[in-house]
T-cell receptor
């Protein structure tokens, strides 16, 4: 596609439920990032993939959060036993090459609301 | 650890006047630096980046930024502000050793007609 696509755009779930958020990066982009943005805050780094592997998952807040990218393209962020504090906009971004010189292109985000 | 500070929550400028949005950073070694803009209900859009070379970098929509290594700053500037520049601006830093990009808290720019 022309840009980074994230689905769903909005997700409302009950506390304790499991959710999956999907990111479809720009075709050919090897690097993929997940961020979380709370109201009034800047994007908070969660995890970075280079190809299929998670090169840096130091931003995942706890073991309820997990992300995969099995074929090096689409990625899924999975949140178990959701809590109200998980409510935020989850952003996905991708970039083209292996070096850190390139900028990342962001999707529109998934707004997660835990009630 | 990397960090970014945007000391101003909001910047108010009159249309036609120059604008500056401030950013300072902390990183081990040399950084890659980025500015992004976020309009309401839209994703983050890349504006410009500093990788190496000339300290003054030019980007989209007439914006530019100056890298100052001694002051660890990367302020965003525009000679003449437009009302349409009103948005949320984020500074970001990436460590040369990795790919983790850290964002500041953002500065809301309000340009008054």
């Amino acid at each position: 596609g022309a840009g980074v696509s994230q689905t769903p755009s909005n997700k409302v779930t009950e506390k304790g439920k499991y959710v999956e958020l999907r990111c479809d990066p720009i075709s050919g982009h090897t690097a993929l990032y997940w961020y979380r943005q709370s109201l009034g805050q800047g994007p908070e780094f969660l995890i970075y993939f280079q190809g299929t592997g998670a090169a840096d998952d130091s931003g995942l807040p706890n073991d309820r959060f997990f992300a995969v990218r099995p074929e090096g393209s689409v990625s899924t962020l999975k949140i178990q036993r959701t809590e109200r504090g998980d409510s935020a906009v989850y952003l996905c971004a991708s970039s083209l090459v292996r070096t850190g010189r390139t900028e990342a292109f962001f999707g529109q985000g998934t707004r997660l609301t835990v009630v | 650890a990397q960090s970014v500070a945007q000391p101003e929550d909001q910047v108010n400028v009159a249309e036609g006047n120059p604008l500056t949005v401030k950013c300072t950073y902390s990183v081990s070694g040399n950084p890659y630096l980025f500015w992004y803009v976020q309009y309401p209900n839209r994703g983050l859009q890349f504006l410009l980046k500093y990788i190496t070379g000339d300290n003054l970098v030019k980007g989209s929509y007439g914006f530019e930024a100056e890298f100052n290594k001694s002051q660890t700053s990367f302020h965003l500037k525009k000679p003449s502000a437009l009302v349409s520049d009103s948005a949320l601006y984020f500074c970001a830093v990436r460590d040369l050793r990795g790919f983790k990009t850290i964002f500041g808290a953002g500065t809301r720019l309000f340009v008054k007609a």
